[in-house]
Structures are given as C-alpha cells and as structure tokens.
C-alpha cells in the first residue's frame, strides 16, 4: 500500500500519531533516523509504551505503517508530519537543529500539494520565521504550492483517559487554505479538531498549557516547604482544596518536573519574549523554584536522618521509583537523577528500585531488588502503582515519602516523613 501520510519521527509523539491515522485506516509511513528503531516498527515490535505491541502489529501487517530511514519515501505522500524533538541548548536557548535538519531534507524533497505540520513543540514564529524560509528554498511557495500549518501534540505518556484519537486537536494554518487542508487531515483520524487562526496562535497554545502546569506545580512545591516549617500536611490541604467544585484545580508537589515537555517547552517562550523587551517573569520564578526541588528532597531526607541520628554520608538509602512519572519507564528530566547525584555527591551508600527501569547507566547503578529493611532510609521518589507501600512502610526503619504514596500513614506512622 502506497504510504498517505509521512511522520518524521518515531518517538513519545510520531508513534501513536501513526497508529491513530492507521487505525482510521490511512496508510503511513515513519521516517526516522534510527535504523534500529525502523526495523522494530517494521517487525511490529513498539518501544513506546503507549503503543503496545499488540496493537501496532496488525497495522504493519496490513501493510498501514511502516517505518524507513529513507526521506525519499516523502515524495509521494500527501501530508508530512513533523514530531521531532525540540530540546534546549546547554545555555538553555531553543534548539531547533533538529527540527530544521529535517525540514531541509523535506525541502529537497518537496511537492505542489503537500502539506507539512509542524508538531513539535516550539516558540510562536517558529513555523512561519524558520521552517517556511527552507521549504521555499524548494522554490515553491507556501500557501500556493504547498500547505504549511502547525498543530501541537497534547501526548501524556501513560495516560489511558485521553488518548492521541480522544484529545482534541489544534490546528492553525499560514493561511485558511493551508488551515483548511490539516482540519481535514485530522479530522479523518481524531475526535475533534480546533481551528485557530495562525500557526503563531497554535504554537502559544501549546506553551500556555505547558506554562499552566509549570507555574501551578510551582507554586505548591513553594506551599509544601512553607507546610514543612509550619508543620502542616501539605497533601491534607491540597485533596481538601479540591473539594471545592469550581474556580479551583488540583496540582501535586513533588520532587521536581521532568519529562520531555514542562521543564523545558516554558523557556522556550522565555527566549522569545526578550526579542520583545518581554520578561516572562512566572515562567522564571516557576523554573527557580521547581528546579531547587531536588535540592529541597536532598535536605528533606538530611533532616529525616538527622531524627535518627544519622547524617547522608555513610547511610545506606534506598530511591524508590526514578522514572519521571508513575507507571512508565520514561526517564527524560526525570527529577530522580537529580536527587541521586546530590546523595551520592553528600556520600550516600546508594540504591535504587524501579520496576520500569532496569539500569541507569550514566550513574553506573542497576535496580535492586525491593528489600527496605536493609537501608537507613528509604526515598520515595515516583509511586509506581505495582508497589505495596503500606508493606514498604512496615519493613523499613525510616521512610521519605515525596509523592504522598504512603497516604495517611504518612501522617499516623511515626517512621514517614513527607514533603
Ligand atoms: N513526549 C511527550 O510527552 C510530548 C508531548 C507533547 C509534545 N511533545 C513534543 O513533540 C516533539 C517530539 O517529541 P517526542 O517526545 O516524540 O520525541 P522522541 O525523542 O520520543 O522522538 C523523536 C524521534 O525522532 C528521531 N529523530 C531524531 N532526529 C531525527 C531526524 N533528523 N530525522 C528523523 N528522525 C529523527 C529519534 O530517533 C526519535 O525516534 C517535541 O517537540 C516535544 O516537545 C512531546
């Protein structure tokens, strides 16, 4: 079956953005850089949580997605979907190398009639200012001979809720034309899909939600070391706030952000805002506080040993969970490297358990297995659901729980202590 639609990518995004369209019966094909990652797609196997395996093999048997290194494959699909990664730089500035690398091999390549859509993650302007200017290298223009327009990516890995078909989609085209053509893509594999008037207004769409999430995580993280000193349950006010049935929505602390998108995506408009003599000052004061997170959990378990006389150095501590989130392996920012490095560099004898992800390799440590009986201290860092934390507080001598798995306990039992 000769492929309608090119994604390039295969990854958190690419994959079940395949899937959907696959499963809407549009045949597709991956482009990614990665020849292992191309042959497992090819063989039906999925990397990608979300995806099951199960789900993603009869697609490639009936020949719906298959996946390629090859950019030449671009040619003659209809609509090509761009879901490659869009990280920082080491000074924190948006890198859009990848992205643009692509777009150049696609301008090489380019059709009248195509339509691109950006998807990754990026500033307002990005699609306009930067990927239109390679396209038209191609010599063919946008909006005339091609469509160009960017919808952002709503993915949470791990959620079963919302899905890539169930979340609604926003989509905003350089002109109504070009908006017109990714409306009637979309909406031949999602639910719903949301007009805007400009790619400009669909990528602030993205990063508002993301800052949304940023800022309010922020600000109870700041509440939950004020409750500390005050000698409140931070969790106790939050579940009881959430009662209320409007004007208020529920935001857990922790033990930082992580994944590929909220610790990094805000900044992002940061660097934007300065071309406008702009400060984004929320989107600042959210970054400091959940940054020093890990640094707050390093002195939280300081001060739980320090009850039972005994300091980081030379206690054996056991990290519970180090994924970013619960029930997935994805380690991406995840805040627990973080934690890690800091008891390793106050000379912690350290261990760690998680059922998702096996080892980690920049810190040379392979997961244990559960015995908390037999450290000092045991860090609860991400709650996986598979484990039992009411047992996990029986057998251990002091626990410091950051993500209120141990629930009331916490408060009752003597031994936990909580962010
Ligand atoms: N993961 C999420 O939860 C999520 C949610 C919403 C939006 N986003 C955004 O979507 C974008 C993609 O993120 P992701 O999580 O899917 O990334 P990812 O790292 O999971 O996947 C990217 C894929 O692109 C491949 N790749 C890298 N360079 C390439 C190139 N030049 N040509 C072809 N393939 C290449 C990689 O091998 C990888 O398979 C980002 O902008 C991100 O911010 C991610």
Not at 233 to 258: C, I, N, Q, R, Y
Not at 307 to 333: N, P, Q, T
Request: with cysteine; hydrophobic share 40%; proline share 6%.
């Amino acid at each position: 079956m000769k492929p309608e639609i090119a994604i390039i990518g295969a990854g958190y995004v690419g994959l079940p953005l395949a899937s959907v369209f696959a499963a809407a019966g549009r045949s597709v094909v991956l482009v990614d850089v990665s020849p292992e990652r191309a042959a497992m797609i090819n063989r039906g196997e999925s990397y990608i949580e979300d995806v099951p395996s199960e789900e993603l093999a009869p697609l490639v048997r009936d020949g719906l997605v298959k996946a390629t290194t090859d950019y030449d494959e671009v040619m003659s699909v209809q609509a090509i979907l761009i879901a490659l990664p869009t990280p920082l730089s080491a000074q924190r500035e948006p890198d859009l190398s990848i992205v643009l690398a692509a777009v150049k091999e696609l301008s090489l390549r380019l059709q009248r009639g195509h339509l691109i859509v950006l998807e990754s993650t990026t500033y307002p302007g990005t699609t306009r200012e930067q990927v239109q200017p390679i396209l038209e290298q191609s010599g063919l223009k946008a909006g005339v001979d091609f469509h160009l327009a960017f919808s952002p990516e709503r993915v949470d890995p791990g959620r079963s809720d919302w899905t890539t078909k169930t979340t609604p989609k926003v989509v905003g085209g350089l002109t109504p034309a070009c908006t017109k053509q990714a409306v009637a893509l979309y909406s031949s594999a999602v639910d719903t899909v949301v007009e805007v008037s400009s790619p400009e207004a669909a990528e602030l769409t993205k990063l508002l939600e993301n800052i949304f999430r940023s800022v309010n995580i922020a600000l109870v993280n700041e509440l939950a070391q004020l409750c500390e000193r005050m000698g409140i349950d931070v969790w106790e006010v939050v579940d009881a706030a959430a009662t209320k049935p409007f004007g208020f929505m529920s935001f857990k602390p922790g033990p930082g952000l992580g994944g590929h998108c909220i610790p990094i995506d805000p900044f992002y408009l940061t660097w934007k805002a300065r071309e406008y003599d702009f400060t984004t000052e929320f989107i600042e004061l959210a970054g400091k506080i959940n940054e020093n997170m890990p640094y707050w959990c390093r002195g939280r378990i300081s001060r739980a040993l320090n009850s039972a006389e005994r300091s980081i150095r030379g206690s054996k501590i056991l990290v519970i969970g180090v994924s970013y989130k619960a029930d997935i392996g994805d380690m991406r920012e995840s805040p627990a490297l973080k934690v890690i490095e800091l008891l390793l560099e106050e000379g912690a004898d350290l261990s760690y358990h998680d059922p998702h992800v096996p080892e980690l390799e920049e810190l040379g440590l392979v997961s244990v297995p559960l015995d908390p009986g037999a450290y000092d201290c045991v860090a609860i860092v991400t709650n996986h659901s598979s484990i039992d934390y009411t047992q996990l507080v029986a057998d251990s001598k002091l626990v410091v729980d950051f993500r209120n798995a141990t629930g009331r306990d916490g408060v009752t039992n003597g031994k936990v202590h909580k962010l």
